[in-house]
């Protein structure tokens, strides 16, 4: 009887193209005496586990003798053969190992136990091989060569083989024995989020999640390459972890200390650090900053996050936007290969709002807003219509192109509707523009037909420049100092419908500059005015003389007791709206998301004791929380200004994913919990204790220690 072929042998359909492809493959014949006498190519992650990594041999490592290690991906025992996928951060290397006993005469056969412990391996074994690189032989069984173009190493596989018995000892070894994993780790995971969440550090070891950090760590190479580069001359510090509360905006985190009723907070940024750090001389600095804010989370917020920090001396709004400008396209360049458009837009705030309805439009498609309040608030039917009922009411029209063909069911209208509810909280008005030629005749629908004539919806289709088979959607808020909070509702929606229309890619990217913010917002909840950005904003040059000296005949009506109860009443006793006041802050935008935002910053004493006085700050507040920074201006400070970057948010964006959870090592869900490691937790009495803090009833008994 003729011996049995080998495995390599049974690839090939004749016994002359396995000569050939012996002869390109001389090492495949024989292996070795030692695992390591044939040299290899140099490798820069070369150490004692491997020679290369599972993601670097190609054809050119063809009879080289290489260590590889890495996970058990898969492994598959064809009897003739076992096939090992073996898995690390770089790639994936197909493995074979023999089985020297196929087509064997059982009564002959001989021990194999290098390929019956490979037969044996478990997902996600970590292991060692020593073997042969050799090119993949033969053809599938559609004739094509027996190749995996998906895999950069597809032309290749390293044959592992025992050199007579006993085999090898190094040529398969187990490091770390696995249990099956309860997901699968490949890119199209069979777990939902919960599961990743719970089981995250085998969640990273999915190809998808090693690449969304890989990106995050290009993106922070090339931020520190171009901000710490001889032509901007960054330079990198770190400011506290551990500082003081300001309950301004959101939640603080606190961390008590022994001292009794003393606490710190945990920074939602490091802004009057770097602010300091400017009085300081030192010119430009920036840092890869963690911040804390104890709101509530969505897909792009978490309790803790990361930004690029930034703040520089000497400089105006222009010389900021320019230099971040260039950063912004060397991070796009070098993490997706895309060339950002130079210079990026501008779009004044009070433009963006009016056309768009939003402070972070998407710019990739047009749908503006138009204004249709005097033609909807007094139809000619005399009827109330409950929608349109707001004081000072504001009604806006939102012309979606096509929009009554893609939504030309009543249940897609419905829903339509629906969606409006759910996620902008509103109630939507629809018109569908099927016919809007007077001399073919009209043809118009809409949830308003029982109060508004035909004429009267087809001017409101006119006025929003409708074209037929369009939809007009159609919101109504209150006005006034409102009026905002109301274009925002449809600015949002406009988002929804890009992305339900398609037009929002995730492979485009569109930036822009939106400047000249507000300087204060209405909080409706306080009743009072609050910063649009932030206390140290400064505020346009001409109105901040005006607020010096309004303050100043504020302070005189308060001594004389003939002063309103706050200087924001004050001021629009005097003619002035606190709503109108500019800001020369500026906000960066990517594809209708806010990536960055910044401001020239207040540099003088009495202009920011003049801010803290408009937020509603006595003196005794004032010096009580910032007393420290005031006193800082009082000793030569530098006009400055800057901006942060949301790290997470623009590597979504440049990942193409929604949640910036996926872009994170360790996330927390949407509750603030940590439930890989079931954070936060209790604390043992005794250091309660020690903290002189004690529990109230409600939050029942601290746990004990063990």
């Not at 044996?120 to 690189?133: K, Q, S």
């Not at 520190?224 to 901007?232: A, F, H, M, T």
């Not at 140290?536 to 303050?551: C, N, P, V």
């Amino acid at each position: 009887m003729p011996p049995a072929p080998t495995f390599i042998e049974s690839r090939f359909t004749s016994k002359a193209d396995y000569e050939n492809w012996l002869a390109s493959n001389p090492a495949a014949n024989s292996a070795p005496e030692e695992p390591t006498s044939v040299a290899v190519a140099p490798s820069l992650l070369k150490t004692g586990y491997r020679t290369h990594t599972c993601g670097e041999l190609r054809r050119g490592h063809v009879g080289q003798t290489v260590t590889l290690s890495g996970w058990v991906q898969v492994a598959r025992d064809k009897n003739f053969a076992a096939f090992i996928d073996l898995r690390d951060r770089h790639g994936i290397t197909q493995i074979l190992i023999e089985n020297p006993n196929h087509g064997v005469d059982p009564a002959n056969a001989q021990p194999a136990p290098l390929y019956e412990r490979a037969s044996a391996l478990g997902r996600e074994t970590v292991i060692t091989v020593t073997g042969i690189v050799v090119e993949r032989a033969g053809a599938n069984k559609d004739g094509k060569a027996n190749k995996n173009e998906a895999r950069a190493t597809g032309e290749i596989e390293v044959l592992v083989r025992a050199s007579g018995e006993p085999p090898l000892q190094n040529a398969l070894r187990v490091l770390s024995s696995a249990k099956p994993p309860p997901m699968k780790i490949e890119n199209k995971t069979d777990a939902g989020e919960d599961t990743c969440l719970k089981w995250r550090f085998l969640d990273l070891r999915r190809p998808i999640m090693q690449q969304r950090l890989m990106t995050r760590n290009r993106i922070l190479q090339a931020v520190r390459s171009e901000l710490c580069s001889d032509k901007n001359g960054f330079v990198e510090l770190e400011t506290p972890m551990l500082i003081k509360s300001t309950p301004e905006g959101a939640r603080d985190f606190l961390v008590p200390t022994r001292t009794p009723r003393q606490f710190y907070a945990l920074p939602q940024s490091p802004q009057t650090f770097k602010q300091l750090l400017m009085v300081g001389g030192l010119d430009r600095y920036f840092q890869i900053a963690r911040c804390f804010r104890d709101e509530e989370l969505r897909a792009d917020r978490q309790p803790e996050f990361t930004q690029i920090d930034c703040e520089m001396s000497f400089v105006e709004q222009n010389d900021i936007l320019t230099l971040f400008e260039e950063m912004m396209r060397r991070v796009f360049r070098e993490t997706r290969g895309v060339e950002l458009p130079n210079p990026f837009p501008r779009l004044e705030y009070t433009e963006a709002m009016a056309k768009y309805g939003i402070d972070k439009p998407d710019l990739r498609y047009d749908m503006q807003l138009t204004d249709v309040t005097e033609l909807a608030l007094a139809p000619s039917s005399g009827a109330p219509f409950p929608p349109f009922a707001h004081p000072e009411a504001l009604v806006l029209a939102l012309c979606v192109p096509g929009g009554s063909v893609k939504y030309s069911t009543t249940k897609a209208l419905k829903m339509l509707v629906e969606k409006a509810k759910d996620e902008v909280k509103a109630t939507m008005v629809w018109v569908r523009c099927d016919g809007l030629d007077e001399a073919k005749g009209l043809k118009l629908d809409s949830s308003a037909k029982k109060v508004f004539s035909t004429s009267e919806l087809l001017s409101w289709a006119h006025k929003a420049s409708a074209s037929e088979g369009d939809l007009l959607c159609v919101f109504a808020g209150p006005g006034g100092r409102h009026a905002d909070a109301t274009r925002e509702i449809v600015g949002k929606f406009r988002h929804i419908m890009g992305s339900e229309l398609g037009l929002r890619p995730t492979d485009s990217f569109c930036p822009l500059w939106v400047v000249n913010f507000p300087l204060l917002e209405w909080n409706e909840e306080g009743g009072r005015w609050s910063a649009k950005h932030h206390p140290f904003t400064r505020g346009d040059k001409g109105e901040e003389a005006m607020l010096i000296a309004s303050a100043e005949e504020y302070a005189t009506a308060v001594n004389e007791g003939v002063a309103p109860p706050s200087f924001a009443e004050f001021l629009e006793k005097k003619g002035v709206d606190c709503g109108a006041l500019r800001a020369d802050a500026y906000d960066l935008v990517i594809n209708g998301i806010e990536v960055g935002g910044g401001s020239i910053r207040i540099s003088e004493r009495q202009t920011q004791e003049t801010m803290f006085s408009l937020l509603g700050f006595t003196k005794a507040q004032a010096e009580a929380q910032f007393g420290f920074l005031l006193s800082a201006f009082e000793y030569g400070t530098p006009p400055h200004g800057g901006l942060a970057f949301g790290l997470d948010r623009l590597c979504a964006i440049l990942c193409g994913v929604t949640s910036i959870r996926d872009v994170m090592a360790f996330p927390k869900i949407s509750t603030g919990r940590d439930v890989m490691i079931d954070s936060p937790s209790e604390v043992a009495t005794e250091q309660l204790d020690e903290l002189k803090i004690m529990l109230s009833p409600a939050a029942g008994p601290p746990q004990s220690t063990p």
